[in-house]
């Protein structure tokens, strides 16, 4: 008997598509964008992140900043940069890296990045605007997965979308974008009773959670489409610590199509914070100099 297997939805392919469509954007343009990302302690994870990010950045052919602050940056300390940020017309867009040291208010320093430089679309006015179905700066993870579908031809108006998550992150945004592009939505959490009932209703299922292998076959229905957005760290039988999503593997027997993990989403996220550097730096520099 064979089993038939859900086709792949790699990210590599649609970041890099992304990015290209992103630099030829950014080529018309008279300055080079210039991405500012702000870090505040030594969190691994967000080392890793910040240094792939500008990284990225340079090799696509912008130009990026990073400001590494102590763990005990006084949070008025912060705040004076962001504004001074916002205030020089040679950044385009700003990136606070997240999660801040506890004693930082992470609301207050998100409400005080200019909107307009607002890249990882986490500003109140950005998400309203978001909500309000009108055109913005979206967050990257949310956004890169509406690329990604994009990318590999994968239709979303009309069809019933179940998003396992509600985080301010990813599963509340990435609803209000899905609803902006006509998908009926429905939006899961850890006080959803019987979620496989709920799940198995999805046309497009993503789960944005971060419980490894938590959607398993029988939660899905057969044909869907299944964007794993999580990234959970687990130890397998050798001994060794890997890369695995919410989406048990076995659901690729399934699925007619599925994300893998590392290597889905995860590349849309960057790929994202790019296009929106660009998109930050022409509306910017259309503001001013009517480019
Ligand atoms: P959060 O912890 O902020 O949110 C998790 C969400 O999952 C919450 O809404 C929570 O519900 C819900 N949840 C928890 N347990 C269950 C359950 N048993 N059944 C249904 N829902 C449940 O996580 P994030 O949204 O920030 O991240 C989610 C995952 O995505 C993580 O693995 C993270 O690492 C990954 N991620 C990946 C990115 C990428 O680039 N690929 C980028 C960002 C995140 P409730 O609200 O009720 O608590």
């Known amino acids: 008997m064979t089993v038939d297997t859900a086709t ?7 970041a890099a598509a992304l990015i290209a469509s992103a630099a030829g954007q950014a080529a018309h343009l008279p300055v080079v964008p210039h991405l500012v990302i702000v870090r505040v302690g030594e969190d691994p994870a967000s080392v890793s992140y910040v240094r792939g990010k500008a ?29 001074s940020l916002n205030s020089d017309p040679d950044v385009h867009g700003i990136l606070v890296q997240l999660p801040l040291p506890g004693h930082i208010a992470e609301a207050a320093v998100l409400a005080a990045i200019d909107p307009d430089k607002d890249v990882d679309g986490l500003h109140p006015m950005n998400i309203g605007q978001l ?45 209000g974008l899905f609803l902006a592009a006509d998908a009926t939505v429905t939006v899961t959490h850890s006080r959803t009773r019987d979620l496989g009932t709920v799940t198995r209703e999805a046309d497009i299922l993503v789960a944005a959670v971060g419980r490894a292998h938590l959607i398993t076959p029988d939660m899905v229905r057969p044909g869907a489409v299944v964007i794993d957005v999580g990234i959970n760290r687990v130890v397998g039988e050798d001994g060794k610590a890997r890369l695995t999503g919410d989406v048990h593997p076995d659901v690729a027997t399934v699925a007619s199509a599925l994300t893998p993990v590392p290597g889905g989403v995860g590349p849309m996220t960057v790929a994202q914070l790019l296009a929106n550097t660009v998109q930050a730096a022409r509306q910017q520099l259309s503001q001013t100099s009517g480019v």
Do not use: F
């Open 131 to 175: 909500w309000s179905g009108r055109p913005t700066l979206a967050p990257c993870t949310p956004a890169g997965v509406m690329a990604l579908l994009a990318h590999y031809g994968i239709p979303v108006a009309g069809r019933r979308v179940v998003i396992v998550g509600r985080s301010q992150l990813v599963g509340r945004p990435l609803a």
């Open 55 to 83: 990284k990225k950045a340079g090799d696509s052919g912008l130009r990026s900043t990073v400001h590494a602050l102590s763990e005990t940056t006084p949070q008025s300390d912060l705040l004076s940069l962001v504004a």
């Open 8 to 14: 792949v939805l790699a990210g590599p392919p649609a």
